[in-house]
Nanobody
Framework: QVQLVESGGGVVQAGGSLRLSCTAS????????MGWFRQAPGKEREFVAT????????IHAPSVQGRFTISRDNAKDTVYLQMNSLIPEDTAVYYC??????????????WGQGTQVTVSS
């Protein structure tokens, strides 16, 4: 069993930056591809970014391409989501997930509880 914990969320003004972190207890993240997803109020959860086990391959959703960057530090057993140039539409609960290298939520086996990101205009 992998228990994922997200941190780094908060309230930020439009144009600002935040960095989310995802760590695990119980098992290491090194053997998993990792993903970030988000769910805005009244909307379905959507894909944000994914990264391969080694950290070489990444995919970002078109809506965040060029503003967000997923990365990982396997020595620290941590996955990051650097979010720059935030806009109000980025307001959501952000979840990290462990599983396959995919934009499909069904490819992920484990999910964190989420961290709230609020972007004010």
């Amino acid at each position: 069993q992998v228990q994922l914990v997200e941190s780094g969320g908060g309230v930020v003004q439009a144009g600002g930056s935040l960095r989310l972190s995802c760590t695990a207890s119980g098992r290491t993240l090194v053997g998993w591809s990792m993903g970030w997803f988000r769910q805005a109020p009244g909307k379905e959860r959507e894909f944000v970014a994914t990264i391969t086990r080694g950290g070489v391959g990444t995919i970002h959703a078109p809506s965040v391409q060029g503003r967000f960057t997923i990365s990982r530090d396997n020595a620290k057993d941590t996955v990051y989501l650097q979010m720059n140039s935030l806009i109000p539409e980025d307001t959501a609960v952000y979840y990290c997930a462990a599983g396959a290298y995919s934009a499909n939520q069904g490819a992920y086996n484990y999910w964190g509880q989420g961290t709230q990101v609020t972007v004010s205009s």
